[in-house]
């Protein structure tokens, strides 16, 4: 690519190079240095795509590309690492934001952080809202009971944030979504997990015996 810059590059350097005086004026001067900002910024960005992101930036990279691949969401990906950050990365025309936004945490000294941050949010427990037999439904509280620590406290939000599955798995495993006695109505959403929990650890114990 012969970019017009080129010869206007020549042409400044040999006018600095036969012309020092009147470089020295203060608006010269002014203009000059906005000319090495710009070109300091144009050296780095070509040398970083001649050599290409470090293994570290790439890998970082390919995780967020997962997390855009399960909802097409740009805005969920930044959500997820923003608090890694104390400002965004702005979006340029023609540039690859994923890339842009693993060499901020990268430069910001975030990169492993949000590589543990980006598994932990993968590797979340995952519920299929659309199963519809007991086996099913039955085998998502089994899994739900052999989850570490960590997990639950994932599925637990995800399940309080969905009561209507909830129910459903409640009513799978015959588990009382009504209270029953003279103060009648639904069960706390937040009690009917607990129980998903303890109903799951026990199905779970099952299966291993």
């Known amino acids: 690519m012969n ?4 010869s ?7 006018l600095l190079g036969s012309h020092p005086q009147q470089a020295a004026s203060k608006q010269a001067v002014t203009l000059l240095d906005k000319v090495a900002k ?12 001649a050599v290409g992101d ?5 890998e970082l990279r390919l995780l967020l590309e997962k997390v855009l691949a399960e909802t097409s969401k740009e805005k969920d990906v930044k959500d997820l690492v923003k608090p890694l950050l104390d400002k965004l990365p702005g979006k ?6 994923l890339s842009t936004l693993a060499n901020a945490l990268d430069k910001a000294g975030q990169t492993d952080a949000a590589k ?8 979340r427990p995952r519920f299929d809202p659309t199963a519809d037999s007991e086996y099913e439904l039955l085998k998502q509280i089994r899994n739900l009971g052999q989850m570490d620590a960590s997990q639950q406290n994932a599925a637990k939000d995800h399940l309080l944030a ?8 409640c009513e799978s ?15 706390p959403t937040k009690t009917l997990v607990a129980e998903l929990i303890k109903q799951g650890k026990r199905y779970a114990e099952n299966a291993s015996l």
């Open 38 to 49: 710009a070109v300091r910024s144009s050296v780095d960005l070509i040398e970083k795509a």
């Open 116 to 123: 543990i941050l980006v598994r932990h949010h993968l590797d």
């Open 92 to 97: 340029k025309p023609g540039t690859d934001y």
């Open 173 to 187: 495993a015959s588990i009382a979504t009504i209270k029953k006695g003279k103060k009648t109505g639904p069960v």
């Open 8 to 14: 206007d590059l020549e042409k400044l350097i040999a």
């Open 162 to 169: 969905n009561p209507d599955l909830v129910i459903r798995l």
């Open 3 to 6: 970019h017009p810059l080129i």
């Open 54 to 58: 470090p293994p570290r930036v790439q």
